[in-house]
């Protein structure tokens, strides 16, 4: 087996907004790792970090934004064979959007309509980034721009080439976007939310694309989402984020068959599932914290049915259960009573395990 080679790191990551409100703690010491050729998914409700901390990776923070702690250290080859790893947060937005931004660390975002310029063909839209970046010619552009977009599925290539982004289909749309991403060749891709402007049967496809386009060219990918249906097709580690921290990591399948944080089983008992028992789709009680305010102990306290008086006083620290997979609640301390994840989430566990089974057998 060939070794993982780390191409990024991001350690005790700490990230601070100023509002009219007062300062937002939206990112309180995220900590992850990613590899050559992996898929890590970053899962969570709306407003726990997960856009934020790939914002902070690229360079793209909001101006009201202080990164208070951390580093972010990429890996990479220069063109001359030779590895360099740099502090991703020591570097300015000219460096970057120089030597990173596009052509090393691509992103994909949500609507591809606010990604497109409504004004430019689509053409030109996807050869700029390979002009400006690697300084060749415009023809020789737009012959790799027309080839990226026969490798992403889009018939017709010359045609749509001379089109503006408001004569294709959202899902069109969303694959002159990856285009876009892949243009220079990047080492890293990052999905955020890429499928939740478009209907289920494009989202299929797009995903496909995202994995085959992967595994051709051995790129990196950090999935966004909170779709935990997307993670089971996508990823191979995943990372869930609550109130601007990582609450659990594993693998796939551990966070898939064996979660041990609360709020892990709520997001996985939320999903849709049509063989349940239930009527009604189950929802987590309560809301997020504001991060306006400190949380004091663990941030999922107020919403956790299997609470222990020691959540409101003091956060929890991350309890290793294998080498890949780690959770941050005190009921893994072994002073804390047995607790089991719900009886209803088991079952369904059990159910997702035979249904991969069978689709292996397959």
Sequence with gaps: MAERKRILTVRNLDITFQTNSG????????DFDLYRGETVAIVGESGSGKSVSCKAIMGILAPNATVNSGEILFSYTHADGTDDTVNLLAKDRNWMRKHINGKRIAMVFQDPMTSLD?????????????IWHFGISKQEAYEKAEKLLEEVGITDAAKRMKQYPHQLSGGMRQRVVIAIALSCNPDLLICDEPTTALDVTIQAKILELICRIQKERGISVIYITHDLGVVAKVADYVNVMYAGKIVEKGTVNEIFYEPKHP????????????????ARLYTIPGSPPNLLNEVPGDAFAPRNAFRLKIDEKKEPPMFKLSETHYAATWLLDERAPKCEMPAELKARVERMKKEAEEHERL
């Design 23 to 30: 300062a937002v703690h939206t990112i309180r010491g995220v």
């Design 118 to 130: 409504p004004t430019m063909r689509i053409g030109k839209q996807i050869a700029e980034g390979m």
């Design 263 to 278: 709020y892990t089983w709520g997001l996985l008992s939320a999903m849709p599932d049509l063989t349940t028992s239930d």
